[in-house]
């Protein structure tokens, strides 16, 4: 229980606070229900602190937030009631006018979705300028000289021709820092950052990060940061509050949550993250169960159906925050007086899968030299002016019961290399041969059976479902396509589908929008398995769940490799997810795989400089692990693949560049034991040139590809 030292702790923050909100509440009304998105939500923030909201899609964080600008739309939503108290001003109570100068000023929001937010049809020049020549009276030519300062104080190159470009002509990592100067334009006293890296590369996402840290203590501006990776809130933020079904659950610093978590669903959350320092097969610990529907509420803890320590009061009384005596919050029963010292967290341990049936004598994918061109067109005849080279020739092959994680920033072609093996995409040059048939010379009836055996979980599940028709009867389709099963028992094998991805039957005459995001991904999951595949590309399946629900997918996709003897591509930007479900890694870069090697290879002696920079931006939850890590920030966006860079294609980027990497392209080298690199850091030939910085990766260059004894490379650094 809390003592009264930590009462006179409170009263020193409470006097700090740039914001406190009591007992805030917000519904929405639709059909007749109340959904109860905040119910009773309290906390402070401090002047110059980054405070996290974390938790599961609908527990409430981003409506919070929305409420302090009073930005909730009316109707269906209501703030009904609680006191949002913003340096000294009831901000319930302010006038539209003073609400209009209070927005962007005083409290500006980073969007989850930039491209959504910015608005189409201005350029993103006028957009920065608004805020300013409204709010800080700034004439259009002061506010453009001060916009391009800020595009430049966020990373953008060019700042004065960038600031002409419209939104699509930018970069997703570009299109959120341009957001981030929108935000900082008037330099606010609170910044709200609602997911700004959720859709972003990792090497992207830590460009963001170290940009948004580094201005935040050079401003001193209070920051709420709301996410659901907690390995990003492990970087960012001095407290965090863990928000559940509307409610804050738990609450505390950030050293305290993640060395020592108190409520059972904060447990449940790190037991979910699939984590960099594991290998492979680990099997993770998902918690149970769906979030709850929000205008269904269980009675008692709001957690009980899904929480393993539940007891009788559990389900007859809603505790209250309890304070404990280190200063952390939690709602739970477990730390009331008549419970306290009973609370000890059930170390679950995570176990080993079972190995999949790998068979490395029997090569199921065969795939050389392929390449993907998209011609650019122009003029009335459509002449084909360029190319945009998606894929340039990528050369691996995968093993009947293997897993290929295939990684690499947006845009580098793994989707459409993924794509263009199962022939949706007709290739420009090279072979794919599936069980030894070249797939470039069949057709009709051989390719119908071919795409039997060749299948694909798209990455957004809910795009890919025919909205018009049940799921029933988009999982009973591709049966009757390919005579699965006679006509009559169709709905059987759905059923059994449905089960076998932890689905319940009784779904299946549901239309796709009555599911949440993590029951379509099973849904699509069950449709790709439906026809009994031998191999299956899954596109980013789990880049847009919950932690919860990620675990939940991940360990589906063991259980039915171990079942069904199936071969997966993985294709993920998630460095930490790759390593939990591969067997093997490719790295790709601008269209070239540059990297291929096995996964303790590749995350515990990574060689090419892309892949040793993409590890090092991973962020984690482990602190020790955050503290000791040197992270390697790449400079600039990947270039365009219309015109890539003559030699190395990464050159541009390369910390350790030298001058054949911009003249000569280099090969992709053996290495040993399968190890592939395609780096001249690597090949004897060109080592010798490199200059001092890159003196580490010469000595494993050399280590692994001995040179002439008379040709030295230069001396390590000091």
Same mark, same amino acid.
């Given at each position: ?13 409470? !006097? ?28 402070? @923030? &401090? ?26 739309? !009316? ?42 937010? @910015? ?20 004439? &259009? ?33 570009? =299109?959120? =820092? ?22 972003? $590369? ?7 990060? $170290?940009?948004?840290? $580094?201005?935040?203590?050079? %401003? ?24 559940? %079904? ?19 669903? %904060? ?14 097969? /680990? ?34 009384? #809603? ?16 730390? $009331? ?42 003029? /009335? ?9 998606? +894929? ?52 009709? &009836? ?16 809910? !795009?890919?479902?025919?909205?018009? =028709? ?59 398995? !439906? ?10 399946? +789990? ?12 360990? @589906? ?37 540059? #990297? ?15 892949? =040793?920079?993409?590890? *090092?931006?991973?962020?984690? /939850? ?39 990497? *911009? ?13 592939? /690199? ?17 003196? #580490? ?5 050399? #280590? ?11 001396? &390590?650094?000091?």
């Amino acid at each position: 229980m809390a003592d009264q030292s930590s009462a006179t702790a409170t009263q020193a923050q409470t !006097s700090d606070a740039i914001l406190s909100v009591n007992d805030l509440r917000v519904s929405f009304f639709s059909e007749g229900q109340e959904v109860k998105a905040v119910d009773g939500i309290s906390y402070e @923030l &401090k002047r110059g602190e980054v405070l996290g909201v974390v938790g599961e899609s609908g527990s409430g964080k981003s409506v919070s937030a929305l409420s302090l600008m009073q930005l909730i739309d !009316s109707p269906p939503g209501r703030i009904l009631g609680g006191e949002i108290n913003f340096d000294g001003e009831d901000v319930l109570s302010m006038s539209t006018r003073e609400l209009r100068n209070l927005r962007g000023n005083d409290i500006a929001m980073i969007f989850q979705e930039p491209l959504t937010a @910015l608005n189409p049809v201005f350029t993103v020049g006028d957009q920065i300028l608004e805020p300013l020549m409204l709010h800080q009276g700034l004439s &259009k030519r002061a506010a453009q000289e001060r916009a391009i300062e800020l595009l430049r104080q966020v990373g953008v190159p060019s700042p004065e021709e960038r600031i002409k470009n419209f939104p699509h002509e930018m970069s997703g990592g570009m =299109r959120q =820092r341009a957001m981030i100067a929108m935000a900082l334009s008037c330099n606010p006293k609170i910044l709200i950052a609602d997911e700004p890296t959720t859709a972003l $590369d990792v090497s992207i996402q830590a460009q963001i990060l $170290d940009l948004m840290r $580094d201005l935040q203590r050079e %401003s001193q501006t209070s920051m709420m940061f709301i996410t659901h990776d907690l390995a990003v809130v492990n970087e960012m933020c001095d407290r965090v509050n863990v928000m559940y %079904s509307g409610r804050i659950v738990e609450q505390g610093t950030t050293p305290q949550l993640f060395s020592e978590p108190k409520h059972p669903y %904060s447990w449940g959350l790190f037991d979910s993250i699939p984590r960099i320092e594991e290998e492979r097969g /680990v099997r993770l610990i998902p918690i149970k169960g769906q979030p709850p529907n929000l205008a269904r509420m269980p009675q008692g803890c709001k957690f009980n159906p899904r929480c393993p320590y539940a007891f009788d009061r559990c389900f007859t009384a #809603e505790p209250p925050l309890i304070p404990l005596d280190n200063g952390q919050t939690v709602r739970c029963w477990l730390y $009331d007086e008549e419970h306290e010292g009973t609370a000890e967290r059930i170390e679950f341990k995570r176990e080993r899968t079972i190995d999949s049936r790998m068979d490395l004598d029997d090569v199921i994918l065969d795939v050389t030299n392929l390449k993907k061109y998209f011609p650019i067109t122009k003029g /009335v005849f459509q002449r084909t002016v360029g190319h945009v080279q998606a +894929v340039d020739d990528i050369t691996f092959d995968l093993h009947r019961g293997e897993t290929l994680g295939l990684v690499g920033e947006s845009g580098c072609g793994k989707s459409t290399a993924g794509r263009t093996i199962l022939r949706l995409l007709d290739p420009t040059d090279g072979v794919v041969r599936f069980s030894g048939r070249d797939l470039a010379d069949i057709e009709g &009836k051989e390719l119908k059976e071919m795409r039997r055996r060749m299948q694909i979980i798209f990455q957004d599940p809910f !795009s890919s479902l025919n909205p018009r =028709r049940t799921v029933g009867s988009i999982l009973a389709q591709p049966l009757r396509l390919h005579d699965i099963v006679p006509s009559g028992e169709a709905n059987d094998r759905v059923s059994q589908l449905l089960e076998r991805v932890g689905l319940n039957p009784s779904h299946a005459e549901r239309y796709p929008h009555e599911f949440s995001g993590g029951q379509r991904q099973r849904i699509g999951v069950a449709r790709a398995i !439906s026809v009994n595949p031998d191999f299956i590309v899954a596109d980013e399946p +789990v880049s847009a769940l919950d932690v919860s629900i990620q675990a939940q997918i991940i360990n @589906l996709l063991h259980d039915l490799q171990h079942e069904l003897g199936l071969s997966y591509i993985f294709i993920a930007h998630d460095l930490s997810v790759v390593r939990s479900v591969s067997d093997r890694i490719a790295v790709m870069y601008l269209g070239q795989i540059v #990297e291929l090697a096995d996964n303790r290879a590749i995350y515990e002696d990574p060689l090419h400089p892309y892949t =040793r920079a993409l590890l *090092s931006a991973v962020p984690t /939850v482990d602190p020790q692990a955050a503290n000791r890590r040197s992270r390697i920030i790449l400079e600039g966006d990947v270039p365009s693949p219309i015109n890539p860079p003559s030699g190395c294609r990464f050159h541009t980027r390369c910390p350790y560049a030298f001058d054949a990497c *911009s003249r000569v392209a280099p090969l992709m080298l053996d290495v040993g034991d399968g190890h592939q /690199v395609r780096c001249h850091l690597y090949d004897p030939n060109h080592a010798p040139q490199a200059p001092q910085r890159a003196a #580490e990766l010469i000595a494993r260059a050399r #280590e692994l590809h001995p040179v002439d004894a008379t040709t030295d490379p230069p001396p &390590k650094p000091e």
